[in-house]
């Protein structure tokens, strides 16, 4: 049975953290660095362990790590804060939002944390129909809408995964290459907890008999807004609160 390493214990996440709710209080938090969603196969069995893999030097719970490590799904979940306007029509229609629309954004070094997809840990290949594995977004819940999307140079930009599944190319579904190691662009509509279950389907074909293989994992994502945009908000709320005190309270 796979064993995880325990999430780290120390370390503080500033106020993103505090104030975000519906976080175990048990779950690691991943702030930056490198880490992908990805399985692990050993073979001979039916089933995907899926696991969160971070890399050395990636950011948790306020440490930077020395070494990677990973992590069952459940232990651990992203938290971004950077926004950016969405500049892509097939972006903001898998949203159901305008272009331009500022949402939060994750996926590279620029809107940490930098998360992406691994197939590193399944063996090789040769030992898979088609050289492949199909990756497939079955759930989601949050406050707003999901899109991952991939920009390719001078060639344009293809929504993979989205909460909705008709402005993607192949309905949620992703045909990934065995070994591969893919980074895309995360896009949230609003702020708060969102979780996405992904789907691992493929045949082994490295033993003596075809065997189908499938496994899946439900993934955390806090998107919070920066240090800067809470405090505003906390302005704003004690400024309201100031005002109905001003407003209910019965002059003496």
Known sequence: ?????????????????????????AQAIYTSGHGDLGVEYTPGEAEFVAHWHIGSGAVVDGVPLTEEQEFAPEALAAQLGTQAAVS?????????VSTGTMVFRTGN???????????????????????????????????????????????????????????????????????????????????????????WTGTYIGGESPVAVSGSGAYEFQAVPEPGTWALLGVALLIGMAVYRRRVLPVS
């Not at 049975?1 to 209080?25: D, F, T």
């Not at 050289?131 to 060639?155: D, E, F, K, R, Y």
Request: aromatic residues 12%; charged residues 10%.
């Open 109 to 199: 070094a620029a809107y940490p944390p930098n998360v992406g997809f691994g197939l590193e840990e399944v063996g090789s290949d040769s030992e898979w129909l088609d050289g492949s594995i199909t990756l497939t977004l079955t759930g989601w819940t949050g406050p707003g809408s999901i899109a991952v999307s991939q920009t390719i140079a001078n060639v344009g930009t293809f929504v993979w995964f989205s909460s909705d599944a008709s402005k993607t190319q192949n309905s949620n579904a992703w045909d990934f290459g065995v070994g591969g190691h893919q980074h895309l662009d995360w896009w949230f509509s609003e702020a708060g907890n969102y979780s996405v279950t992904f789907t």
């Open 1 to 25: 049975m796979k064993k995880y390493k325990l999430p780290l214990l120390s370390g503080l996440v500033g106020a993103g953290m505090i104030l975000s709710a519906g976080v175990s209080q």
């Open 88 to 96: 892509s029509s097939a972006v903001a229609s898998a949203l159901g």
